[in-house]
């Protein structure tokens, strides 16, 4: 070995085996005058405190530290000078391990190589008046910064480590509260020429609570935080800056960065999150309770990216501003109103939408693009829909959707309307307040049009083919255009429109009032006896409750109100054909009120006004109905007789005109109950003829057997008829034809009891022919002989023709 090796090697071990003794005297030095180091220390310490600094105790803990000097401090507790009244401790640590580095303390600078704080609680603490514990330290003038290399009275800490630690900042006066328990901490520092300073971290904590409004609850409460972070400080500026890293809250990866303005005087922040992939739960069990509360009355069943900012100051400012950014592709929402399926959107929050008017529920904003999905299986898109004022939510955008209508049974039920075919293309701008989370009385403006559809109107019973519809909302109202309906051979065409529409749908259905304006080229009112009855009620079709839209729709239609103004070129019911008809009807929860009908039939003009009563399968009606001009035998075989046997449409002749005022039941299938009738009938039948009246015939072959009995004319014949069920009343009338004179009286029975009286006098009433002179025609009328007759039931139900016997008795 060289000769200058080994030299160098016994100089080497010499400074060693120096360094050792000195090690060793100090240690010896340290352990020999604890105490007295300690008072002087803690003296030292508390000469710039606004309060106190006490160490317990101080160990040498060279091997730590080596080749630095180490200690152990124990037992160290920083209180404020106001402890006394607001008993919050600063700082209370079960021990310190401080390493400093000895050639550094050479040169007349204080580095710490490593500081560890283990088993420790720091509680910066801030009273409702603004003061601080913090104040312990007394401030110092701000100095120009040192260039590294210089002396400076500042230490710089290379290493950090936490052990075990509470770390608490408890503002009263900013109604904030941060509380994190800190498992592990371990950090590098690095010290740049310029200033400053540049940490890397590595931390694993427990946030119990990280309230930036106490009042409204804790972001991120008892969620494990754990990944590494890099730091930097800018002396100059006064801010900190944490680079964006990856950094594991709960189960979930988030990328968070933030900077720290210190200089200012509370200490400005903003914190940019980023979830790559989160679900909407765990999101939402991260914020405050007010909004978790809120967002868990909807999901999202996959991950979802998002970007939230946080920016304010950790002064009495409240909450700080809050930014939120998320995007969904291709999920299920699950909302209080349903489920949205194949649903995309990008999702914009914020609580400060108009700057300056605070971050509160009332400034708060949500803005959804390209919002679109299928409810149902009905697709739909949302340009841009918007919700503001979360304290009064009220939510905008226009609604867009083209879909097959049998698609709407999904949504509504079928115990109301049933669709099986028809396509619809609807464009709705809305407004509507938000009620627990659902719209409520949307304002809309739009167009629904539906084309080619058929439509069962399950509790009428009533279908429709073809149908053709165009729903126009203004505002509150609601116009229904170019509607085609069509049942059977009916083809109806209408135009209606709905006043203050949207309110009273939801508040007060009873009260709306539809007007109709009806046209139809052909309609067969058979095809529509539904209306006869009262609504069949409506039958669930699942075990599952109704949805609030078909409920709301079944109340509306069972309580709104219908005024149909209408015109008719035909209109068929069974036998009966009329033209030109114009009807006024009201159709209410309770029945129908008719006004204003006029038709065309058998030549003549019918006029009718009444209404009707529904209740179950039979319906009360009342008709006051005027006459004029109708050919009588159309009109009997129109009406099938009226319930007639002996007297049919065959058998009479003549144009009838009258006045009718009756009362009775139909039944829901548009059955007359004939023996419900009530009422009175008065009628004028000119240019009459009876023909082949089997009755006449059988009585007057014998009686008159060389006159005319196939045909009995006659120019006029009144009578006033009373209606009591089955039986009708014949009130005395004179009756002058072409066969004979007659008077007749008495009842009318459709069942059993009829009883006629008919005064027939002999006299050939052609032999008169010639008179003129009214009074003579009428002196002579019963003249001769008179056969006092009797119409009554026979054995075989048909009517007999007897000689009245006890006609003296029966006047």
């Not at 290379?158 to 900042?169: A, G, I, R, S």
């Not at 203004?474 to 709905?498: A, W």
Request: hydrophobic share 40%; glycine share 8%; charged share 20%.
């Amino acid at each position: 070995m060289p000769r200058w090796s080994k030299i160098t090697l016994k100089i080497f071990a010499g400074l060693v085996a120096l360094i050792l003794v000195i090690y060793v005297a100090i240690a010896v030095y340290v352990n020999a005058n604890k105490k007295s180091l300690l008072d002087k220390l803690n003296v030292q310490l508390n000469k710039n405190l606004n309060g106190s600094m006490v160490i317990g105790g101080m160990d040498p803990t060279f091997l730590k530290g080596f080749p630095g000097v180490s200690l152990e401090l124990k037992n160290i507790v920083i209180k404020d000078s106001l402890w006394a009244t607001h008993h919050h401790t600063l700082l209370e640590a079960s021990s310190f391990d401080v390493a400093v580095n000895v050639f550094a303390l050479l040169k007349g600078t204080v580095e710490i190589q490593k500081l560890g704080i283990n088993n420790a609680t720091i509680y910066l603490y801030t009273d409702s008046n603004g003061y601080s514990n913090t104040a312990v330290f007394k401030k110092k003038e701000k100095k120009a910064p040192t260039p590294k290399g210089e002396n400076s009275s500042f230490p710089e800490i290379k290493k950090l480590t936490l052990n075990n630690v509470n770390f608490v900042v408890d503002n009263q006066k900013g109604h904030k509260l941060f509380h994190f328990v800190v498992d592990e901490l371990k950090g590098k520092i690095d010290y740049p020429i310029l200033g400053g300073w540049d940490a890397e971290l590595k931390l694993k904590t427990l946030a119990k609570s990280l309230a930036f409004n106490t009042r409204r609850g804790s972001f991120i409460k008892d969620k494990l935080l754990e990944g590494p972070f890099k730091l930097s400080y800018n002396d100059e500026t006064g801010i900190i800056h944490v680079n964006p890293n990856k950094l594991n809250i709960g189960d979930d990866l988030f990328i968070i960065g933030a900077t720290f303005d210190t200089s200012k005087e509370n200490t400005d922040f903003k914190i940019n999150i980023e979830a790559p992939g989160i679900l909407w739960k765990n999101a939402a069990a991260l914020l405050a309770p007010n909004i978790t509360q809120k967002l868990n009355m909807f999901d999202l069943n996959k991950p979802i990216h998002v970007n939230c900012t946080l920016a304010g100051d950790m002064g009495p400012g409240g909450d700080p501003a809050i930014d939120v950014k998320a995007i969904v592709k291709n999920n299920v929402l699950t909302t209080p109103g349903g489920v949205v399926d194949q649903c995309n959107f990008t999702g914009f929050f914020t609580n400060n939408y108009v700057n300056g008017k605070g971050f509160t529920d009332a400034n708060s904003a949500i803005k959804l693009y390209g919002f679109k999905g299928a409810y149902k299986q009905i697709p739909f898109s949302i340009d841009t829909a918007f919700i503001n004022d979360l304290d009064n939510p009220v939510a905008t955008g226009v609604f867009k959707s083209q879909f097959d209508v049998a698609k709407l049974n999904n949504v509504a039920g079928t115990e109301t309307l049933k669709f099986s075919k028809g396509t619809a293309d609807v464009k709705l701008a809305y407004r509507a307040d938000i009620v627990n989370f659902q719209l409520n009385k949307p304002l809309l403006s739009g167009v629904v049009d539906i084309k080619n559809a058929d439509v069962n109107y399950v509790p009428r019973k009533l279908n429709f083919t073809n149908t053709a519809i165009s729903l126009n909302f203004s505002n509150n109202d609601l116009f229904i255009k170019n509607i085609r309906l069509q049942s059977g051979k009916s083809v109806v065409f209408m135009d209606g429109s709905i006043k203050n529409f949207l309110n009273l749908y939801y508040t007060a259905p009873e009260k709306i009032l539809l007007n109709w304006k009806i046209r139809s080229p052909e309609i067969h009112l058979g095809e529509f006896l539904g209306f006869l009855g009262s609504r069949t009620a409506a039958k669930r079709t699942t075990k599952k409750a109704k949805t609030s839209f078909s409920e709301d729709l079944n109340s509306v239609f069972e309580k709104s109100n219908v005024d149909m103004h209408m015109h008719l070129d035909k209109v068929y019911y069974e036998r009966f054909v009329a033209t030109d008809a114009n009807a006024d009807l009201l159709l209410s929860e309770s029945g129908i009120a008719i006004k204003n009908v006029t038709v065309k039939h058998g030549g003549g003009r019918l006029n009718l006004n009444g209404n009707i009563t529904q209740k179950g399968s039979s319906n009360q009606f009342s008709i006051n109905t005027t006459i004029a001009n109708v050919d009588v035998k159309n009109f009997f075989y129109s009406f099938k007789n009226f319930g007639l046997t002996s007297l049919t449409s065959q058998n009479l002749r003549g144009y009838l005109f009258s006045k009718i005022n009756l009362r009775g039941t139909v039944t829901d299938q548009g059955k007359l109950v004939t023996n419900s009738m009530n009422g009175n009938l008065t009628f004028d039948l000119k240019k009459g003829a009876l023909v082949n009246f089997d009755p006449i015939i059988s009585v007057g072959k014998f009686a008159f057997p060389f006159r005319d009995l196939n045909n009995i004319t006659f120019s006029n014949l009144n009578g006033k008829l009373d209606i009591r069920g089955q039986k009708i009343t014949i009130n005395p009338m004179q009756i002058n034809t072409s066969l004979l004179n007659m008077d007749v009286a008495g009842v009318y029975s459709m069942t059993t009891g009829t009883n006629i009286a008919v005064d027939v006098p002999l006299r050939n009433p052609k032999k008169d022919a010639d008179i003129t002179d009214k009074e003579e025609i009428k002196a002579r009328r019963m003249k001769g002989i008179v056969l006092h007759l009797l119409a009554t039931d026979g054995d075989d139900g048909k009517i007999k023709i007897k000689l009245n016997k006890n006609r003296d008795k029966s006047k």
